[in-house]
Nanobody, 127 residues
Framework: QVQLVESGGGSVQAGGSLRLSCAAS????????MGWFRQVPGKEREFVSG????????DYADSVKGRFTISRDNAKNAVYLQMNSLTPEDTAVYYC????????????????????WGQGTQVTVSS
């Protein structure tokens, strides 16, 4: 079983930056693709970014391309999301997730492909 704990959320003004961390425990996530999702009340959870288990491939939602950077440190069993040039539209609860199956070659943008989720961390961007 994998447990995921996000941290690093908070309140920031537009144009600012935050770095989210996701610490995994219970099992190594080094063979799992990892994703970041976000959700606002009344809306579906949406894909933000993902990194393949190899670390060599990443994917981003169009809305965050060029502003967010995902990375992983398998030695620390952790995944990170560096968020720059934040806008009020980035306000949401951000969730870290681990893919259901190990060694999956393709990063999935569907929440259904992820079985392990953290509790979420709130990011609030004010204008």
């Amino acid at each position: 079983q994998v447990q995921l704990v996000e941290s690093g959320g908070g309140s920031v003004q537009a144009g600012g930056s935050l770095r989210l961390s996701c610490a995994a425990s219970g099992r190594s996530v080094s063979v799992y693709s990892m994703g970041w999702f976000r959700q606002v009340p009344g809306k579906e959870r949406e894909f933000v970014s993902g990194v393949a288990w190899t670390g060599s491939s990443t994917d981003y939602a169009d809305s965050v391309k060029g502003r967010f950077t995902i990375s992983r440190d398998n030695a620390k069993n952790a995944v990170y999301l560096q968020m720059n040039s934040l806008t009020p539209e980035d306000t949401a609860v951000y969730y870290c997730a681990a893919d259901t199956n190990p060694w999956r070659a393709r990063i999935s943008a569907s929440p259904n492909q992820y079985s392990y989720w953290g509790q979420g961390t709130q990011v609030t961007v004010s204008s």
